[in-house]
C-alpha cells in the first residue's frame, strides 16, 4: 500500500512538474502583443464564412496559426477538429499554399474545421507569431485570457476554452 500511495505522489509530482515547465515555455515563447483585445478581422474562411461570425458570437473563442508543413500542427490537427466540436474556432494557414491546396490537405486529412489562408504570413506578423502552432483564446469580451505555443492537447485547450468563459 505504501509503495503504491509513493507511485502515485511520484506521478502526480510528475504532472505538476510538467504542467509548470510547459507554461514557463508558453510565456517565453508568447507572441508579445501591444494590445491584447481581439484585434479587428476581415474576410472570409475557405468555407465562405464571414470572419464577423466569429467576432461576434458570445463565449470564447480559439485562434490558432498553423500550417500545412509544420509537423507539430499535423499531429494536433485532430485536437483542433475536437475543440471545434464545442467552441468557435477560427484557424490560420499560414503560408500553406493556394486555397484550393489548403482544401485538400484538409479533405485528405478529413478535418473540416474553419480556416482562413494566411499566403503572405502578414496576420501572423501582425499577431506576431513566431512559433508554431500558437493558439490564442479570448474571452466573450474580447480580451485575450491564454496564449499556447506548440502542441496542446484536445484536454488542455479544452480546459482553458472553459475557464475563459
Keep these: 500500500m505504501k509503495k503504491t500511495i509513493r507511485i502515485i505522489k511520484e506521478i502526480l509530482l510528475l504532472l505538476v512538474t510538467v504542467s509548470l515547465l510547459s507554461t514557463l515555455f508558453d510565456y517565453i515563447r508568447a507572441p508579445k502583443l501591444h494590445d491584447t483585445r481581439l484585434p479587428r478581422l476581415s474576410g472570409h474562411t475557405l468555407q465562405g464564412e464571414s470572419l464577423k461570425t466569429f467576432l461576434g458570437k458570445s463565449g470564447p473563442l480559439l485562434i490558432q496559426f498553423w500550417g500545412t508543413w509544420c509537423p507539430v500542427c499535423r499531429q494536433e490537427i485532430d485536437n483542433i477538429e475536437r475543440v471545434a466540436r464545442h467552441y468557435p ?38 499577431f506576431d507569431v513566431g512559433v508554431y502552432p500558437t493558439s490564442f483564446i479570448y474571452d466573450s469580451r474580447g480580451a485575450l485570457k491564454f496564449t499556447v505555443t506548440g502542441y496542446t492537447t484536445t484536454l488542455g485547450l479544452l480546459a482553458r476554452l472553459k475557464l475563459a468563459e
Design 89 to 126: 474556432v477560427l484557424t490560420i494557414a499560414v503560408e500553406s499554399g493556394s486555397d484550393a491546396e489548403i482544401r485538400q490537405w484538409m479533405k485528405d486529412k478529413g478535418v473540416d474545421f474553419p480556416v482562413l489562408s494566411d499566403p503572405s504570413g502578414r496576420l501572423a506578423k501582425r
